[in-house]
C-alpha cells in the first residue's frame, strides 16, 4: 500500500512543483511590474491596434496603450484580487465556522448566518454587491470574500463538532485547561489542513471571478488587470476577424488559465499530503 501511494504521489507532486514555479514567475512579474513594464500602462504610447513588434512586444490595443505593460501590472491587480480575497474568505470561515461550532456559544445564529449565506446564489449577488459598493480593488475583494466564505464554515463547524468529543480535549477542559490553549493545540490543528484547501481553491476562484466581473466592465476602471484587458479586446469589433486576438485576448486568457492550473496542482499535492490514506484517489482528484 505504501508503494501504491508513492507511486501516485510521484506525479502529483511533480505537478505540484511546475505548478509552483509557474505561479513564482507570474508573482515576480507582477511584483517587478513597475521595473519590467516599458511603459506605463495607461499612458496612449503608440497608434491604435498596433500588431507586435516595433518596440511593442504584444502591441497597442484600441486606445494605443502598450499591452505588455498591460499585462505585468494587470498580473498585479488579479493575482492580489485573488489572494487578498482568498486570505479574507479563509479567514472568515475559519472564525465563524469555529463559532457555530460551539467554542464557547451554542453557535446557533452563526449557523443560522452561514445558512443565509449559502441560501443566495453567489454570482448574481457577487454582482449586484459590485455594483453597489462601486468598481474598485476594494470593494472587489471584500465582495468575493463575503460570497466564498460559507460553504466551508460548514464544513469547519462539522469538524470542529467531532473535535470538541474527542477524549483527548474533554481531558484538557477537565483538567482546566485555558479555552485558548486548547483551541490553539488541539482545534487549529485539526482544521488546518481544511482551511489550507479552502484558500488555494478560493485563489483560483477569485481570479477566475476577477477576470469575469472584468470582462463584464464590472472591474476597477482605474486599475489594469487581465479581466479589463479582456474587456477591452472583446469590445474591439474585428478582434475575431483578425489576428489581434492571439496577441491581445491570448496573453490574458493564458495567464488566467496558467494560473489556475498551477493552482489546481499545488492543491491536489497538498491534498495527498494531508490524507495520505486517500492513495490514488487524491491524486486522480476524485
Known amino acids: 500500500m505504501k508503494a501504491v501511494r508513492a507511486a501516485a504521489h510521484r506525479p502529483a507532486r511533480s505537478a505540484a512543483v511546475a505548478g509552483a514555479a509557474?505561479?513564482?514567475?507570474?508573482?515576480?512579474?507582477?511584483?517587478?511590474?513597475?521595473?519590467?513594464?516599458?511603459?506605463?500602462?495607461?499612458?496612449?504610447?503608440?497608434?491604435?491596434?498596433?500588431?507586435?513588434?516595433?518596440?511593442?512586444?504584444?502591441?497597442?490595443?484600441?486606445?494605443?496603450?502598450?499591452?505588455?505593460?498591460q499585462w505585468l501590472h494587470g498580473a498585479r491587480t488579479s493575482l492580489a484580487v485573488g489572494f487578498l480575497a482568498g486570505a479574507l474568505s479563509t479567514g472568515l470561515s475559519a472564525v465563524?465556522?469555529?463559532?457555530?461550532?460551539?467554542?464557547?456559544?451554542?453557535?446557533?445564529?452563526?449557523?443560522?448566518?452561514?445558512?443565509?449565506?449559502?441560501?443566495v446564489p453567489a454570482v448574481p449577488i457577487l454582482v449586484l454587491l459590485v455594483a453597489f459598493l462601486g468598481p474598485g480593488f476594494w470593494s472587489l475583494v471584500l465582495a468575493l470574500a463575503?460570497?466564498?466564505?460559507?460553504?466551508?464554515?460548514?464544513?469547519?463547524?462539522?469538524?470542529?463538532?467531532?473535535?470538541?468529543?474527542?477524549?483527548?480535549?474533554?481531558?484538557?477542559?477537565?483538567?482546566?485547561?485555558?479555552?485558548?490553549?486548547?483551541?490553539?493545540?488541539?482545534?487549529l490543528p485539526e482544521i488546518a489542513p481544511i482551511l489550507f484547501t479552502k484558500f488555494l481553491l478560493t485563489v483560483r476562484w477569485a481570479v477566475l471571478l476577477e477576470a469575469t466581473l472584468g470582462l463584464l466592465g464590472l472591474g476597477d476602471p482605474g486599475r489594469v488587470s487581465w479581466g479589463l484587458m479582456l474587456h477591452q479586446a472583446?469590445?474591439?469589433?474585428?478582434?475575431?476577424?483578425?489576428?489581434?486576438?492571439?496577441?491581445?485576448?491570448g496573453p490574458p486568457a493564458v495567464a488566467i488559465v496558467l494560473t489556475s492550473l498551477g493552482l489546481m496542482a499545488i492543491g491536489q499535492d497538498l491534498d495527498i499530503w494531508l490524507n495520505p490514506h486517500a492513495g490514488p484517489r487524491a491524486a486522480s482528484g476524485e
Open 146 to 187: 463575503l460570497v466564498s466564505w460559507a460553504a466551508f464554515a460548514r464544513i469547519v463547524r462539522a469538524q470542529v463538532r467531532v473535535t470538541l468529543q474527542k477524549a483527548y480535549v474533554e481531558g484538557a477542559r477537565a483538567i482546566g485547561a485555558p479555552g485558548s490553549r486548547v483551541l490553539r493545540s488541539c482545534v
Open 22 to 69: 509557474l505561479l513564482g514567475i507570474l508573482a515576480a512579474a507582477a511584483a517587478m511590474a513597475h521595473v519590467l513594464a516599458p511603459h506605463d500602462p495607461m499612458a496612449l504610447v503608440g497608434a491604435p491596434t498596433l500588431p507586435p513588434g516595433g518596440g511593442f512586444l504584444m502591441g497597442t490595443n484600441t486606445l494605443g496603450q502598450d499591452l505588455a505593460s
Open 234 to 249: 472583446l469590445s474591439y469589433p474585428l478582434l475575431l476577424i483578425t489576428d489581434a486576438w492571439i496577441w491581445w485576448a
Open 96 to 119: 465563524l465556522g469555529v463559532a457555530a461550532g460551539g467554542w464557547r456559544t451554542g453557535g446557533g445564529w452563526v449557523l443560522g448566518l452561514i445558512d443565509v449565506f449559502l441560501a
